[in-house]
């Protein structure tokens, strides 16, 4: 299971469970707007991806972020 984290140009945060990484990258996709700022991808051991977008532009650019590998035992 997958979630679509997604923060508003509000503040405010929503988040949508989805069963696999590709329909999670879809969904991300078709948030990835002028109404929102960042948009996560994330599974049960924390984010793998990570978009956000300049507030000073003023077209809908958006930015890849780094997201930080986790060790599994």
């Given at each position: 299971m997958h979630q679509v984290i997604v923060w508003d140009n509000q503040g405010i945060r929503s988040e949508v469970s989805v069963p696999h990484l590709a329909a999670a990258l879809t969904r991300a996709r078709a948030y990835r707007t002028m109404d929102n700022r960042t948009v996560k991808v994330a599974d049960a051991h924390g984010s793998t991806?990570?978009?956000?977008?300049?507030?000073?532009?003023?077209?809908?650019?958006?930015?890849?972020?780094?997201?930080?590998?986790?060790?599994?035992?």
């Open positions: 991806h990570h978009w956000s977008r300049s507030l000073r532009v003023t077209k809908n650019h958006w930015t890849v972020r780094a997201v930080a590998d986790i060790a599994c035992d």
